[in-house]
T-cell receptor, first 110, second 115 residues
Framework: DAKTTQPPSMDCAEGRAANLPCNHS???????VYWYRQIHSQGPQYIIH???NNETNEMASLIITEDRKSSTLILPHATLRDTAVYYC???????????FGGGTRLMVKP | EAGVAQSPRYKIIEKRQSVAFWCNPI?????LYWYQQILGQGPKLLIQ????????DSQLPKDRFSAERLKGVDSTLKIQPAKLEDSAVYLC?????????????FGPGTRLTVL
């Protein structure tokens, strides 16, 4: 199974872009990378996923390096409500299971 | 569309007592998951159901934990007897039937405190 490395915590000023990195150097060629976040006292929430190409939706953008060994989740204009733990999760085979690591605790400050 | 419902939201019991948690997934979602989240850690999968069948329960401590989804809709997770280390948030999630991605929808969780 692919392992991930994320910084344990990051700060971001409100209104600025938040760039959350993730290293997944052991990911296989056909495994997607998923990002979830967990706001305090809530269940995790799906954000975005991608395979090779960069992806964008209403919540965030996902930039995946060409060698697929790392990715960056971008919140273009962070708000206080984006304060949460962000999890980078490589796909685990075909079992449709999520294996959560420690994630990055993002603190958005006024 | 209603989200994943869980009850109770909070539960406090003494060790060696029994406890049960209930989950109602999003309507039509065939796949249901139970996770355990210990404070400061990411959620850990306990069991996965597809309709009323178990797909994976390899991380479920079967000596004290059990789960069922008899009619393929709502599900119950039980702990009997509880230990101090079972204090955690128990999360339920579901996934749409034709969705081959890992997009799961989580409920708010049940926070269990074992004294």
């Amino acid at each position: 199974d692919a392992k991930t490395t994320q910084p344990p915590s990051m700060d971001c000023a409100e209104g600025r872009a938040a760039n959350l990195p993730c290293n997944h150097s052991t990911i296989s060629g056909n495994e997607y990378v998923y990002w979830y976040r967990q706001i305090h006292s809530q269940g995790p929430q799906y954000i975005i996923h991608g395979l090779k190409n960069n992806e964008t939706n209403e919540m965030a953008s996902l930039i995946i390096t060409e060698d697929r060994k790392s990715s960056t989740l971008i919140l273009p204009h962070a708000t206080l409500r984006d304060t949460a733990v962000y999890y980078c999760i490589p796909e685990q085979g075909a079992g449709n299971m999520l294996t959560f690591g420690g994630g990055t605790r993002l603190m958005v400050k006024p | 569309e209603a989200g994943v419902a869980q009850s109770p939201r909070y539960k406090i019991i003494e060790k060696r007592q029994s406890v049960a948690f209930w989950c109602n997934p999003i309507s039509g979602h065939a796949t249901l998951y139970w996770y355990q989240q210990i404070l400061g850690q990411g959620p850990k999968l306990l069991i996965q159901f597809q309709n009323n069948g178990v797909v994976d329960d390899s991380q479920l401590p079967k000596d004290r934990f059990s789960a069922e989804r008899l009619k393929g809709v709502d599900s119950t997770l039980k702990i009997q007897p509880a230990k101090l280390e079972d204090s955690a948030v128990y999360l339920c999630a579901s996934r749409a039937p034709l969705d081959n991605t890992d997009t799961q929808y989580f409920g708010p969780g049940t926070r269990l405190t074992v004294l």
